[in-house]
């Protein structure tokens, strides 16, 4: 095979590799790649025990800094609720 081919194959490769990191780096430009990179850490269990056996469990999900407590299995999902709400009455900032 004559040297021309394998120069051509190489930079058939050269091109290719280039096109694709720049569709990467525009993709990064648009709002769809910033939300991407934005929600990376909005959403992570941080604990989950079983409540009986491997049917039922609860876990502590975090959802952008707020803890909220689910229980899944069973018949159905069910939320229990956000632990850092303050509770019916009380207003922000006050201390009882």
């Known amino acids: 095979m004559p040297l021309s081919t394998y120069a051509s194959a ?3 490769l050269v091109a290719i590799v280039a096109m694709l990191l720049l569709l990467r780096a ?3 430009c ?15 269990v941080e604990a989950s025990i079983p409540i009986d056996g491997n049917r039922r ?5 975090r959802v952008k800094g707020r803890a909220l407590l689910v229980m899944t299995g069973g018949p159905n999902d069910l ?7 303050p509770a019916p009455g009380q207003i922000q900032g006050q201390q009882s």
């Open 10 to 12: 190489v930079m058939a």
């Open 26 to 28: 525009g993709a990064l």
């Open 30 to 44: 648009t709002p769809f790649g910033r939300r991407q990179l934005a929600r990376s850490d909005a959403l992570h």
């Open 57 to 61: 469990r609860v876990s502590l999900i």
């Open 79 to 85: 939320c229990l609720g956000w632990l850092d709400q």
